[in-house]
T-cell receptor
Framework: DQQVKQNSPSLSVQEGRISILNCDYTNSMFDYFLWYKKYPAEGPTFLISISSIKDKNEDGRFTVFLNKSAKHLSLHIVPSQPGDSAVYFCAASADLRQFYFGTGTSLTVIP | ETGVTQSPTHLIKTRGQQVTLRCSSQSGHNTVSWYQQALGQGPQFIFQYYREEENGRGNFPPRFSGLQFPNYSSELNVNALELDDSALYLC?????????????FGPGTRLTVT
């Protein structure tokens, strides 16, 4: 039972444009959400997080939006850079112990 | 500051065998979580250890067991290996009594079961 879903396996964006990565979840008990970036042969790297008391969190070029009623979150990267090319995972947790991950979206930023 | 390290990098085992994977947590971190990432999937939570005690467990059978040592390093043991256990095993360390908002992952151990 996949409680966190990333329905787009891949995304290609021109350098300088906006990248929007989407994530849906089914468990209404989730109250903490994270995005990780993963390069080949490396472990995931924490990118940005948001708790359910907020609907937006911003860190530099990265912004995460949370729509609790739709059980949907998205990661916006503006402007996109070639170094952003990686696999992005969203994750969610209800207890800060067990984190549920999506299947990932492979982002390619074209120079 | 030393990051999360895992050993070995790659491992090949035969079905029915037992395997031990190791993880050294980031300096100062007292919590270690283990994940299994099958090909094309996201990481799946196996269990978490906080101060040498299991602090949460995902939907994995008892043949997946773990240990955390006083220096907060950790082991993942898998008995009676099955073909479906072939995956990348990731450990993540964090600081917190109830998990943590930020987990720092190691590069993983690639296990192949034949």
């Amino acid at each position: 039972d996949q409680q966190v879903k990333q329905n787009s396996p891949s995304l290609s964006v021109q350098e300088g444009r906006i990248s929007i990565l989407n994530c849906d979840y089914t468990n209404s008990m989730f109250d903490y959400f994270l995005w990780y970036k993963k390069y080949p042969a490396e472990g995931p790297t924490f990118l940005i997080s948001i708790s359910s008391i907020k609907d937006k969190n911003e860190d530099g070029r990265f912004t995460v939006f949370l729509n609790k009623s739709a059980k949907h979150l998205s990661l916006h990267i503006v402007p996109s850079q070639p170094g952003d090319s990686a696999v992005y995972f969203c994750a969610a947790s209800a207890d800060l112990r067990q984190f549920y991950f999506g299947t990932g979206t492979s982002l390619t930023v074209i120079p | 500051e030393t990051g999360v390290t895992q050993s070995p990098t790659h491992l090949i085992k035969t079905r029915g065998q037992q395997v031990t994977l190791r993880c050294s947590s980031q300096s100062g971190h007292n919590t270690v979580s283990w994940y299994q990432q099958a090909l094309g999937q996201g990481p799946q939570f196996i269990f978490q250890y906080y101060r040498e005690e299991e602090n949460g467990r995902g939907n994995f059978p008892p043949r997946f067991s773990g240990l955390q040592f006083p220096n907060y390093s950790s082991e993942l043991n898998v008995n009676a290996l099955e073909l479906d256990d072939s995956a990348l095993y990731l450990c993540a360390s964090s600081l917190g009594a109830q998990g943590a908002r930020e987990q720092y992952f190691g590069p993983g151990t690639r296990l192949t079961v034949t």
